[in-house]
C-alpha cells in the first residue's frame, strides 16, 4: 500500500512540476483515509497533529491577509 501511495505521489509532484506549481505531499504511514478526526475509528492522534500543524501553516501563509 505505501508504494502505490508514494508512487501517486511523485506523480503529483512530478505533473506540478512541470507545471511551476508550488507544492508538498506529505504520507503518513500507518493511518487510514479520514485518520485526522478524532471520532472516527482510523483516527491517529500522532498523525492528525502532524497533520492539522501543517495545514494551519500553510494557509497562515498563503492566506493571511
Do not use: C
Not at 512540476?17 to 492522534?45: L, S
Amino acid at each position: 500500500m505505501i508504494d502505490q501511495q508514494i508512487d501517486i505521489a511523485t506523480k503529483i509532484i512530478d505533473k506540478q512540476a512541470m507545471e511551476g506549481t508550488k507544492n508538498e505531499v506529505e504520507i503518513y504511514p500507518g493511518t487510514h483515509h479520514g485518520f485526522a478526526f478524532p471520532k472516527r475509528p482510523v483516527y491517529h492522534r500522532d498523525a492528525a497533529e502532524r497533520h492539522w500543524e501543517r495545514l494551519l501553516a500553510l494557509y497562515r501563509r498563503n492566506l493571511a491577509q
